[in-house]
């Protein structure tokens, strides 16, 4: 799991020094018991999927930060969990003694992951493509994050949550590329189709 020597080195190849209060709070955040599936788990997914795919990284560090306050603030039913995510790690980035270009992009890249949006820089593919890399999971660990991201929507009824989780995996399958970089689309972009294809047919 992301530990405080991890936390540590990411703030100090962007020059500062991160505090193992913020660490714990981080820590503390992905922790909440009504997650399932944004949780330390998914961090440390990420950052596994990050490592390689690090050297495509323009800013590799900005994009660790990215990683640790991306779901930081998670709340199912909410629609601004990114807005507020972003807004937590461009303050806390500032407040570290980083400077405001370093916050405004670290908040831009958190904004990139509502996956609304073609990303438009190196670093904005980085993260968007490690935040999608559970997609192309063995197929274990893919049904259980179906699973997972089920429980953190128990409060919708079950036809309600099958018909919106279609739609949204049915998207991602009518893209021309879910995955942005070159590396991940020649390692992973077969499997999370095939994933997804599974997923909808369970779907309906």
Same mark, same amino acid.
């Given at each position: 799991?992301?530990?405080?020597?991890?936390?540590?080195?990411?703030?100090?190849?962007?020059?500062?020094?991160?505090?193992?209060?913020?660490?714990?709070?981080?820590?503390?955040?992905?922790?909440?018991?009504h997650?399932?599936?944004?949780?330390?788990?998914?961090?440390?997914?990420?950052?596994?999927?990050?490592?390689? +795919?690090? =050297?495509? $990284?323009?800013?590799?560090? !900005?994009?660790?930060? *990215?990683? #640790?306050?991306h779901?930081? +603030?998670? =709340?199912? $039913?909410?629609?601004?969990? !990114?807005?507020?995510? *972003?807004? #937590?790690?461009?303050?806390?980035?500032?407040?570290?003694?980083?400077?405001?270009?370093?916050?405004?992009?670290?908040?831009?890249?958190?904004?990139?992951?509502?996956?609304?949006?073609?990303?438009?820089?190196?670093?904005?593919?980085?993260?968007?493509?490690?935040?999608?890399?559970?997609?192309?999971?063995?197929?274990?660990?893919?049904?259980?994050?179906?699973?997972?991201?089920?429980?953190?929507?128990?409060?919708?009824?079950?036809?309600?949550?099958?018909?919106?989780?279609?739609?949204?995996?049915?998207?991602?399958?009518?893209?021309?590329?879910?995955?942005?970089?070159?590396?991940?689309?020649?390692?992973?972009?077969?499997k999370?189709?095939?994933?997804?294809?599974?997923?909808l047919?369970?779907?309906?």
């Amino acid at each position: 799991m992301p530990t405080f020597l991890h936390w540590q080195k990411t703030w100090r190849q962007l020059g500062a020094d991160g505090s193992a209060a913020l660490h714990a709070w981080i820590c503390a955040c992905y922790s909440e018991p009504h997650r399932r599936y944004h949780t330390l788990q998914h961090l440390h997914e990420c950052f596994s999927h990050f490592e390689q +795919i690090r =050297e495509y $990284a323009e800013h590799p560090a !900005e994009v660790e930060l *990215a990683i #640790w306050f991306h779901d930081a +603030i998670y =709340e199912s $039913a909410s629609k601004d969990n !990114e807005q507020k995510s *972003a807004e #937590w790690a461009r303050t806390s980035a500032i407040a570290h003694g980083l400077p405001k270009a370093i916050g405004d992009r670290v908040y831009s890249l958190i904004m990139v992951t509502k996956h609304d949006a073609i990303p438009t820089s190196r670093d904005a593919e980085v993260l968007v493509d490690v935040d999608l890399g559970i997609l192309a999971a063995d197929p274990e660990r893919f049904d259980e994050y179906e699973g997972q991201v089920r429980m953190e929507y128990d409060w919708v009824a079950e036809p309600v949550y099958r018909r919106e989780r279609y739609k949204i995996l049915q998207a991602l399958v009518g893209r021309s590329q879910i995955y942005s970089s070159p590396l991940f689309r020649d390692r992973y972009e077969t499997k999370a189709r095939q994933n997804l294809t599974h997923s909808l047919a369970k779907l309906t």
